[in-house]
């Protein structure tokens, strides 16, 4: 069983401040996501790395991808109150379409 | 219009009860997932279906059962429900290139 874990679970911070998030695991995947859930809504994507040791940036997001694909991480800077939510890794093994997620952090970024 | 639309949005029911959750797509995707979320255990697959003809078990699917009536529609029924099956239950589809998943807006549900 794969499986994914997500540091740390809850992060509350200060507007303009620098925050990042880990996804571990011992498992290598083929690809991995990150969704972004806000309260009673579904999970959106944000990205999807793909290759070991890749580097995605999406406005003030950094995401990238560890060179064994096992772990990712996901940098915010200067985190904004429209940045609270929670966020979701989640990866796909060689030629499996399922999606093993990380239980989540939940972030809140204080005015 | 959303792309993945659940019905009820929220349900309150009594244990024994049967229920089922509905899930429609509107992006022309083959496959098509149930998950739970739960507080703290992040989100966790109940069945997927493949294609219309496919049906697979996924993580923690006793006490669950689906229908894959059409290319477009996916249900979930909770045949005898139990409290312990209280929770959130998000409907998801994915498709080429990358197999994004596409959530519903979710179904808050609670068996007392």
């Known amino acids: 069983t794969q499986l994914l874990e997500q540091s740390p679970q809850f992060l509350s911070i200060q507007e303009g401040e620098n925050l990042t998030v880990y996804c571990n695991s011992s498992s290598v995947f083929s690809s991995l996501q990150w969704y972004r859930q806000e309260p009673g809504e579904g999970p959106v994507l944000l990205v999807t790395v793909v290759t070991g040791g890749e580097v995605k940036k999406l406005k003030r997001l950094t995401f990238q991808f560890g060179d064994a694909r096992k772990d990712s991480s996901l940098h915010i800077t200067a985190a904004q109150p429209g940045d609270t939510g929670l966020y979701l890794c989640a990866g796909a093994g060689a030629g499996s379409y399922q999606l093993t997620f990380g239980k989540g952090t939940k972030l809140s970024v204080i005015p | 219009d959303a792309d993945v639309t659940q019905t009820p949005r929220n349900r309150i029911t009594k244990t024994g009860k049967r229920i089922m959750l509905e899930c429609s797509q509107t992006?022309?995707?083959?496959?098509m997932y149930w998950y739970r979320q739960d507080p703290g255990l992040g989100l966790r697959l109940i069945y997927y279906?493949?294609?219309?003809?496919?049906?697979n078990k996924g993580e923690i699917s006793d006490g669950y059962s689906v229908s894959r009536q059409a290319q477009a529609k996916f249900s979930l029924s909770l045949e005898s429900a139990i409290p312990n099956q209280t929770a959130l239950y998000f409907c998801a589809t994915s498709g080429p290139p990358q197999e994004t998943q596409y959530f519903g807006p979710g179904t808050r549900l609670l068996v007392l």
């Open positions: 279906s493949f294609d219309v003809k496919d049906i």
């Open positions: 992006k022309g995707h083959d496959r």
